[in-house]
């Protein structure tokens, strides 16, 4: 297996790529990696026993670039790694570089499954069940019919019994209310394309504040419903945190901290966003997944391991064949 990583572009060191590489390498003696960028750069950060090969990348993508800029960026570290994997010499793409860029150029190089209609952002969230679920799309479209969501439930359910092993995944359609008259007429239309799917575990209608009780397996939206709710969560799991860390400093609740530290601890690490710091790229013919730009080793760590457990389930060809089935 050929994993093929933009070391570029992001916020940190390309050291903490190259360090995740190196610790999944160890355990994994079936993977070949190949670490795109500029090439001088990446070897003066290589250990001598690394075995990575190495391919040079002289321009970056930047988080100020647009779609546009990044497509002319041919020699771009983003560009050429997507490129590889485009032209058989990779099984699958990660980067931490602008989600704004990655989706779209994506897209353009990796081409869609025939029968999708559109590309999908696709991230796990965590879960009070510790089980957590999908969410997609969170940012690739702003638009969508009631067919796109509906191919979104599909390759989400694909992935969780493949990659998950949820033999039979929940999936619900994020809405202002459960009641099925709620929502705009794609939402209805999604509705009542999953409802008359017998194949699918479709539980209805959910509601956002649900989504971290685990309510569902696979929650579908709109690319800006999706990208606001996921924030929403983010900032609010970020704010709780915030505020038991500042009323735990006070002297009167050291008690209380010191007896609920256990507890504490159980929720940082469940709600720790770096143990699944991957969102894929789903409906492209090939995977491609985007960790986050203030990716360090852990969060590349994670990435890749969501990477190379999509390829090696050839989880595109599942879906591939559902889409042509239905």
């Not at 940190?12 to 990696?33: G, W």
């Not at 499954?113 to 796990?124: L, T």
């Not at 709109?222 to 924030?231: A, S």
């Not at 090939?286 to 890749?304: L, R, W, Y």
């Amino acid at each position: 297996m050929r994993l093929v990583i933009d070391v570029m572009g992001f916020e940190n060191d390309i050291s903490e790529a190259i360090k995740a590489c190196r610790k999944f390498k160890s355990k994994h003696n079936d993977v070949q990696f190949v670490l795109v960028g500029r090439e001088a750069e990446i070897k003066a950060r290589l250990k001598p026993n690394d075995d990575f090969e190495v391919v040079n990348a002289n321009d970056v993508i930047t988080m100020d670039d647009s779609a546009m800029i990044a497509m002319r960026k041919t020699d771009s570290s983003m560009y050429k790694a997507i490129q590889l994997v485009q032209e058989g010499k990779g099984d699958g793409v990660l980067s931490a570089g602008s989600s704004i860029c990655y989706v779209p150029m994506s897209y353009f190089l990796l081409k869609i499954i025939n029968g999708i209609n559109k590309p999908a952002f696709m991230p796990y969230i965590p879960s009070i069940n510790k089980k957590g679920f999908m969410m997609l799309d969170v940012g690739a479209n702003k638009e969508c019919t009631g067919e796109d969501l509906y191919q979104f439930a599909l390759m989400g359910a694909i992935y969780c019994q493949e990659i998950r092993n949820i033999a039979s995944p929940k999936i619900g359609i994020v809405n202002i209310g459960t009641e099925i008259d709620k929502g705009f007429a794609y939402h209805k239309d999604a509705y009542n394309l999953l409802k008359a799917d017998k194949s699918i575990n479709f539980v209805g209608f959910v509601e956002p504040r649900g989504l971290l009780n685990g309510v569902v397996d696979v929650a579908v939206t709109d690319g800006f419903v999706g990208n606001i709710t996921l924030k929403s969560l983010e900032g609010g799991l970020l704010a709780i945190k915030t505020a038991l860390k500042s009323e735990y400093k006070k002297f009167y609740n050291w008690l209380g901290a010191i007896t609920s530290i256990f507890a504490i601890k159980g929720i940082s690490k469940t709600f720790d966003y770096k143990n699944n710091a991957g969102a894929f790229v789903m409906g492209l013919q090939k995977i491609a997944v985007k960790t986050h730009g203030s990716a360090d080793e852990q969060q590349f760590s994670s990435a890749i391991r969501m990477l190379y457990e999509a390829v090696e389930k050839d989880v595109v060809t599942k879906i591939s064949k559902a889409i042509g089935k239905k």
